[in-house]
């Protein structure tokens, strides 16, 4: 079964794993190019995939119910609020999204110069935690 890694191990995928857990986090968001880069085909609805936490062990497995692939500029509030990351607004979740999607872990895996705006593609999935 595909893998499920929610940012970096460390912090951030721990708090990302426990929304997951909870049921908090019902949706998740990736850039298109990062599927290109890595060769890696979109995820479809009806896949299923083991998330794994910090220390690289499965915690769930979780059934794809709905991929969109859209330009960020398009991405709505009842997405943005699905992620479980206590964001209220778009502006607010994308904020964060653009301070990860920039970090220099993110940067290290992508084409030299690249930076997220209104035209970038992003994946958004919904999902449902099967187990």
């Not at 890696?40 to 969109?68: K, M, N, Q, W, Y």
Request: aromatic share 6%; hydrophobic share 45%.
């Amino acid at each position: 079964m595909p893998r499920m890694e929610l940012g970096f191990p460390g912090p951030l995928r721990d708090q990302l794993v426990a929304a997951v857990l909870s049921g908090a986090k019902t949706t998740t968001t990736g850039l298109r190019i990062g599927y290109d880069v890595d060769g890696e085909p979109l995820p479809v609805a009806g896949e299923r995939r083991v998330v794994v936490d910090s220390a690289d062990s499965p915690v769930a497995v979780i059934e794809i119910v709905g991929v969109r692939v859209l330009r960020l500029a398009d991405v709505d509030l009842r997405h943005a609020v699905d992620e479980g990351e206590g964001d209220e607004s778009v502006a607010q979740w994308r904020a964060g999204h653009e301070r990860f999607w920039h970090s220099p872990e993110v940067l290290a895996e992508l084409p030299g110069g690249f930076r997220v705006d209104d035209d970038t593609m992003v994946v958004a999935l919904r999902f449902d935690r099967v187990w």
